[in-house]
């Protein structure tokens, strides 16, 4: 009787443990109600300040361009810390700053109009090394440039520059960081401690120039970005964050615009990019350890944006950890870009893609339109993604130079319950290519004039 009872207080609790942990992975990846954008907005306050204001200049800066100011932000900024917060201002300028600048919690980087943030290219300055996420997988390496770790009410605004300051030093790091980026990669798979993640000096891994990571109440507004080492905003394990205004002229090697990474509850607005990579990319990790940490993006408005460069918006590949309700809107797209609407993914990625909702999307030329790819770069096996409950209307596209609409979902998991309304596309080299998908909807799909009631 008592081995009775005990073996069903246990079962009990397994199931108990069982529901809650279900419950608690449908609250990931549940679907917001129709009214969902009002709801993540709602949530979304960025940053306050108070009003003290330390200016550079008053503790020693030298805007010449060529005195190092390192020593002397950090002395403003501990300034400002010991005040409980506030502005640490850059008046016009050319500011060298050999070495990162560490955000504090309740602190705005004011950088003014005239004024421009230039970092120095030796790599030792940004040691030692810091946590962080490289393309999906946490290790330790150099300093992001400017970088806040766990870190509440933080904001970089003004109209000034960040100037990564990286052609000829960082950019050139992609010929050697092969063997370093499959090492990154290995200690992934292979589960070793992040601890022993060990990069910075002596190894080729490029960092970041700006990122939070597990940071909440972020804003950053009207800053123009250029020449970057590697991504240039990239907010990780975040919440809270506004980012808007900003104009990029990045042209480096995977010099992404905006990348938010296990972020949640983000509004992106009124951007300006020119990037050498993709202008948005929305990333949850990489492959077993991404799939285990199951942190994934959401809750993220994109709205009124204005693209130029390799992808223009898109959602990978790196989304082990999901990414969900999803939102782009009222954007345009200059000159040439590879692809206008993107979701990649690879086969050992595994994760998922839903609830995204693309509206009112202007493209002029691109090679891809809309694509949806599962098997990105033809790498991995054994974990495939799944996209679903995707939603895009009111497309128009000028020229597609490859192919109007790609859709190549995987056999395990094919592409399903998918909606396109009011798409034109004037011209394009292949209307369609299909594989894989099943449930997609077709309303006013018009390409070269002629009109797509199904995909044959």
């Given at each position: 009787m008592i081995a009775r009872r005990i073996f069903s207080i246990v079962y009990i609790i397994i199931i108990s443990f069982v529901t809650i942990s279900c419950r608690s992975i449908q609250q990931k990846e549940r679907k917001l109600p129709f009214n969902w954008v009002d709801t993540v907005l709602a949530n979304i306050s960025g940053s306050k300040v108070t009003s003290a204001s330390f200016n550079v200049l008053q503790f020693g800066a030298i805007a010449d361009g060529q005195t190092d100011n390192k020593s002397v932000i950090d002395r403003a900024i501990k300034a400002c810390e010991n005040s409980g917060g506030g502005k640490v201002i850059f008046p016009p300028g050319k500011y060298l700053v050999k070495g990162p600048i560490h955000m504090i919690s309740n602190l705005e980087l004011r950088i003014e109009a005239g004024a421009e943030l230039i970092f120095g290219g030796d790599s030792s300055c940004y040691l030692p090394v810091v946590k962080s996420r490289w393309e999906g997988t946490i290790l330790y390496n150099y300093s992001p440039f400017i970088y806040a770790y766990k870190k509440h009410n933080i904001s970089i605004t003004g109209k000034g520059i960040i100037n990564g300051n990286s052609k000829d030093t960082w950019n050139k790091w992609i010929n050697r960081q092969r063997q370093d980026l499959l090492l990154a990669r290995k200690m992934n798979n292979e589960g070793v401690p992040i601890e022993k993640r060990i990069f910075g000096g002596g190894h080729s891994l490029r960092t970041s120039l700006i990122e939070f990571y597990e940071c909440e109440s972020v804003l950053m507004d009207g800053i123009t970005i250029i020449n970057a080492p590697f991504w240039c905003v990239h907010p990780v394990f975040s919440k809270n964050i506004i980012i808007r205004n900003l104009l990029f002229s990045a042209h480096n090697n995977n010099n992404d615009g905006i990348d938010p990474d296990s972020s949640e509850d983000v509004l992106i607005e009124n951007i300006t990019f020119d990037n050498a990579d993709d202008n948005i990319a929305i990333k949850s990790g990489r492959d077993r350890e991404g799939?285990?940490?199951?942190?994934?993006s959401k809750n993220i408005v994109v709205r009124n944006c204005h693209f130029k460069g390799h992808n223009a918006f898109s959602i990978g590949s790196e989304i082990s950890g999901g990414v969900y309700n999803v939102l782009v809107e009222n954007c345009s797209y200059a000159g040439k870009v590879r692809s206008g609407f993107y979701l990649k993914s690879n086969n050992d990625r595994g994760g998922?893609?839903?609830?995204i909702y693309a509206r009112n999307l202007t493209f002029d030329t691109c090679e891809y339109a809309i694509e949806m790819d599962t098997d990105y770069k033809h790498e991995g096996k054994g974990h495939p993604s799944e996209f679903y409950d995707i939603r895009i209307e009111n497309i128009t596209a000028k020229n597609a130079t490859v192919c109007g609409i790609s859709l190549v979902g995987s056999e395990e998991k094919p592409i399903h319950n998918v909606h396109l309304n009011n798409?034109?596309?004037?011209?394009?080299?292949?209307?369609?290519?299909?594989e894989q998908v099943k449930a997609i909807h077709l309303k006013n799909v018009v390409i070269e004039g002629a009109k797509v009631n199904k995909f044959k």
């Open positions: 799939r285990e940490l199951n942190i994934p998922s893609i839903a609830h798409v034109t596309i004037n011209k394009a080299t292949k209307f369609y290519m299909v």
